[in-house]
């Protein structure tokens, strides 16, 4: 088993920052590869970004490239997603997830263990 849990969200205005942070325990961290998706009142969950599993590489939705940063500290058994020039569209509930795969992914079907997610909310 794998827990994570989520942390950092909270209520910002248009254009300014957050940094969200899942931390792990169970399981060894740097097995798993690591996403992070997020879902919105009325709508299906979905990807946002995700990280392999020693960090080298890393995988954004079209809608946050550019301004969404993921990165990984395995010593610290923690993956960060640091959101810039968010917009009032980022509001939602951002879930943290791990998958037993070296790559990452953008289906969330291949991740095993889910956090319990933290909200994000955007005023315009």
């Known amino acids: 088993q794998v827990q994570l849990v989520e942390s950092g969200g909270g209520l910002v205005q248009a254009g300014d920052s957050l940094r969200l942070s899942c931390t792990a325990s169970?399981?060894?961290?740097?097995?798993?590869?690591m996403g992070w998706f997020r879902q919105a009142p009325g709508k299906e969950r979905e990807f946002v970004a995700a990280?392999?599993?020693?960090?080298?590489?890393?995988y954004y939705a079209d809608s946050v490239k550019g301004r969404f940063t993921c990165f990984r500290d395995n010593a610290k058994n923690t993956v960060v997603l640091q959101m810039n020039s968010l917009k009032p569209e980022d509001t939602a509930i951002y879930y943290c997830?791990?998958?037993?795969?070296?790559?990452?992914?953008?289906?969330?079907?291949?991740?095993?263990?889910w956090g319990q997610g933290t909200q994000v909310t955007v005023s315009s």
């Open positions: 990280i392999s599993w020693i960090g080298g590489t890393t």
């Open positions: 169970g399981r060894t961290f740097s097995n798993y590869a």
């Open positions: 997830a791990a998958a037993l795969v070296r790559r990452g992914s953008s289906n969330q079907n291949e991740y095993d263990y």
